[in-house]
């Protein structure tokens, strides 16, 4: 078997055993991004160097029997994430020589798990979109065919992990970032409970949604990556002090008993495609052959979540974004002398129009005399959002639905119409807003070719039904053993 | 629902964004089309509906107030587009 085509539990295995070594597995991945990568833009920059040397060391720890399930596992960070050193751009002209003092707590706890990262990952700017075509520097194509977008933000991440670039990589999730682009991709993502996994050091964009997770080709590589990044963080004083389970020990214990809502709402959603719609039905069917029980819910604020997001996602990130001003990082456009003409000329030209479109759709919601009517209000109905799915959660352990309405869509298909974008993230975007957990996992394929994903939400804190779902059903579907490219 | 030049534009200003004049009408289309969806929640009786400002699973995140370490000045100063050995330099304020 190629060494890329091994998933990180394999691979572990064989790193351990030292049948394989990490310099060798490194290696392997660096050329393929090499061969690869100029066809679909995954990685805004890779740290062949650093690479290397992390492998040498992983090899070193195995050596000295001192390895994890990450020691020597070769993954990637979206460029989102600070990395100590090697320069973060958030896919933004602001920030493109932008090198952090620091890592992220989450990829710091990859490198201290022995993760060997082979660079960084392309994303729509600041992580706002849903396809990966508001990147500053270049798009980046999907892997099962190449006219379209991997989906977005992480769409670096999705392509890189689906192209066999290399085994897992982190993305973080705001309003489906992670699942969104996983489905499209034919990979798995998981965006965790809010608080599960530290933000220091994600470049912040909406403070009360935003969460770091993983991208695996399995369902157990993406727990193995999330149990090393998961629990508290002094750093972050939103994360939770919870213990973190064993995600991966968790997946053999099967889906007997377990109950699946069906949430009417969603059945009836706008713009789904009819193809998506029967494949999210067949799996639940799959999941019920093999002991779960599916059961009706209600969500019925659903109608409402993508206008409550559209509010405060960018209410939040037109505080957040309001540090870059060209004085203490990032790009600085003269002002003939004037330090309002600086900031003004700073964020004008450093900002892309995606990221400037919802800076101006935030303050104006945050501004006086709008603030109640749009920010209080959003506000307040996310909190029926909140007691939808407290509700849903009486009578399931976990929902079932897609995870985005369509296959993927063409590059510059959806450019230029923002509204219509947004209104497809009506699938992902409860979850942020009521904190939960929620996995996207492939569930088939359409009649083009392109991957469909089935997404699973599940109740604060308890990824591992969720984990448990996925992983039966992709155990039944194989398709993770499908490769584009 | 129909946003104008001028709400746009003292937006950009509360926002200390550039705009190019080319772009403000285009602008003002997109977000008066985003706005106008926005305006459903209007349909959904609030009263007595507490805010929720986040979706943390926590109240409070108390530590001792210990002192800690801190990014070095000089790291702190090394991305910065114009800097001396102690402070980040702007234009003339005063």
Redesign the interface.
């Known amino acids: 078997m190629e060494l890329h085509e091994l998933t990180i539990a394999a691979a572990g295995r064989l790193l351990r055993r030292r049948e394989i070594s990490a310099v060798e597995l490194a290696r392997a991945h660096l050329g393929r991004i090499e061969a690869l990568d100029p066809g679909i833009g995954a990685f805004l920059t890779v740290t062949a160097e650093e690479a290397l040397a992390a492998a040498a060391a992983a090899d070193r720890r195995i050596a000295a029997g001192d390895a994890g399930p990450l020691t020597g596992i070769p993954l990637a960070v979206k460029d989102v994430l600070c990395t100590r050193g090697v320069r973060t751009t958030c896919g933004s002209r602001i920030l493109e ?3 952090p ?2 890592d992220a707590t989450a990829v710091r706890r990859l490198r201290q798990a022995g993760a060997v990262i082979l660079g960084k990952l392309n994303l729509d700017e600041f992580a706002m979109g849903s396809s990966t075509e508001n990147s500053a520097f270049q798009v980046t194509r999907n892997p099962w065919d190449p006219s379209r977008t991997p989906g977005g933000s992480s769409g670096g991440s999705a392509a890189a992990v689906a192209a066999r670039l290399c085994l897992g990589a982190l993305g973080s999730d705001t309003g489906g970032s992670i699942r969104q682009p996983a489905s499209h991709c034919g990979v798995v993502g998981v965006k965790p ?3 599960r996994v530290s933000r220091y050091g994600l470049v912040a964009f909406a ?3 935003d969460q770091v997770g993983p991208f695996g080709r399995t369902v157990e590589d993406a727990a193995l990556q999330l149990a090393a990044i998961a629990g508290r963080d ?1 750093a972050d ?2 994360s ?2 919870a213990p973190v389970p064993d995600f991966a020990a968790a997946l053999g214990r099967g889906v007997r008993g377990l109950r699946i809502g069906i949430p009417a709402e969603y059945r009836a959603a706008e713009g789904l495609d009819p193809e998506v719609g029967r494949a999210v039905e067949e799996a639940v069917a799959t999941l019920e052959r093999l002991g779960a029980t599916a059961v009706p819910v209600s969500l019925p ?1 659903t ?2 979540a ?3 997001y ?2 405060i996602a960018p209410a939040e990130a ?1 505080s957040n974004l ?1 540090r870059y ?8 456009e ?2 003939g ?4 003409a ?4 700073t ?3 450093g ?1 892309g ?1 995606e990221v ?2 919802r ?3 935030g ?2 919601c945050l ?1 006086a005399g709008y603030y109640d009517a ?1 920010y ?9 959002i ?1 007691r939808d799915f407290e509700e849903a959660f009486r009578h399931c352990d976990a929902i079932a639905c897609p995870t985005a309405p369509t296959p993927a869509f063409r590059i510059g298909e959806k450019a230029g119409d ?2 219509t974008l ?1 209104l497809a993230d009506i699938f992902t975007i409860p979850a ?5 957990p929620a996995v996207s996992v492939p569930c088939a394929f359409s009649a083009a070719g392109l991957p469909i994903g089935l997404q699973l939400l599940g109740k ?2 308890d990824e591992e039904t969720i984990l448990r779902l996925a992983h039966a059903l992709e155990g039944e579907r194989g398709l993770f053993r499908r490769r584009p490219c | 629902m129909s946003i104008t030049r001028e709400e746009i534009l003292h937006v950009v200003e509360l926002a200390r964004l550039e705009i190019a004049e080319a772009e403000i009408d285009a602008f003002a289309a997109q977000v008066a089309e985003i706005l106008g969806y926005i305006d459903r929640l209007r349909e959904v009786d609030t009263a007595g509906v507490p805010a929720t400002a986040h979706a943390g699973f926590f109240r409070n995140a108390f530590r001792e107030d210990e002192e800690g370490g801190h990014l070095p000045r000089g790291e702190a100063l090394a991305n910065a587009p114009e800097a001396d050995e102690e402070s980040f330099l702007v234009p003339r304020v005063i």
């Open positions: 020589h932008f090198v003092p620091y409970t809010y608080g403070s009360s949604l002094p004083s939103t939770a002090d604020h109608r409402y993508v206008a409550v559209y509010v037109s309001a001003d060209g004085v203490k990082y990032g790009l600085r003269p002002g002398g004037e330090l309002l600086m900031y003004k000329r964020r004008g030209r900002f129009p400037r479109r800076i101006v759709i303050t104006y501004s749009y209080g209000k959003a506000s307040q109905v996310r909190s029926l909140v923002p509204l947004y942020n807003l009521a904190g939960i604060a804190f």
